[in-house]
């Protein structure tokens, strides 16, 4: 571990380990230093608190799944094949992220909500304009037939938080299987909708 990221991304990892079989309330920075096998010093020095940590770690997640989506968008698939994919990543990942927690994802959200939605603002718009410049992208080529792209993708940003891990509670996700078979109905009939018709 030479690079403060990974020392970051351990701390963050011991953090995650922690919360799928302890959830969040239980955990201590004690707990997490040991877990990491690092000094609680080390950890303090990159965040300012439990919460914090918990931050990251839902940051950490949201952040690959944006990656993820910017990747898709940098392809060479046509416009629609881009954004049904980016809009089922931006779940999917999630969901996948946090599957082994039972109640710990409750937890957390209880602990850090009003941080955690100054935050969210950000990740969502951050979505919005990856996903309105692959609507632009099928404006051109013919794909779609839309008003305003970063008006849609705003409403495809809502429309698909209804999957999201942190709009569910663990309780209701269900299995990643219904999930992904629900979403995908909802993604394909958004889509449609998008589609100039004949």
């Known amino acids: 571990m030479t690079a403060s990221v990974d020392i970051r991304d351990v701390i963050l990892d011991a953090c995650d380990r922690l919360m799928a079989r302890h959830g969040f309330r239980r955990i201590t920075m004690d707990d997490i230093a040991k877990e990491a096998?690092?000094?609680?010093?080390?950890?303090?020095?990159?965040?300012?608190?439990?919460?914090?940590?918990?931050?990251?770690?839902?940051?950490?997640?949201?952040?690959?799944?944006?990656?993820?989506?910017?990747?898709?968008?940098?392809?060479?698939?046509?416009?629609?094949?881009?954004?049904?994919?980016?809009?089922?990543?931006?779940?999917?990942?999630?969901?996948?992220?946090?599957?082994?927690?039972?109640?710990?994802?409750?937890?957390?959200?209880?602990?850090?909500?009003?941080?955690?939605?100054?935050?969210?603002?950000?990740?969502?718009?951050?979505?919005?304009?990856?996903?309105?410049?692959?609507?632009?992208?099928?404006?051109?080529?013919?794909?779609?037939?839309v008003e305003n792209a970063l008006q849609l993708a705003a409403i495809l940003i809502v429309a698909t938080n209804a999957y999201l891990p942190y709009s569910l509670s663990v309780r209701e996700l269900g299995s990643p299987e219904k999930i992904e078979a629900d979403l995908s109905q909802l993604v394909d009939l958004l889509i449609r909708g998008m589609t100039p018709q004949p």
């Open 37 to 145: 096998g690092i000094a609680k010093r080390t950890i303090y020095l990159r965040f300012s608190s439990k919460e914090e940590v918990g931050l990251s770690s839902i940051g950490r997640v949201v952040e690959d799944a944006q990656r993820a989506m910017s990747r898709i968008a940098q392809s060479d698939r046509d416009p629609r094949a881009k954004l049904r994919q980016m809009l089922m990543v931006r779940v999917m990942g999630r969901v996948h992220a946090v599957r082994d927690y039972t109640m710990a994802l409750d937890e957390l959200f209880e602990a850090v909500r009003p941080a955690y939605m100054e935050r969210r603002k950000l990740y969502f718009d951050t979505e919005r304009d990856l996903i309105a410049n692959v609507i632009r992208e099928g404006e051109h080529s013919g794909d779609f037939a």
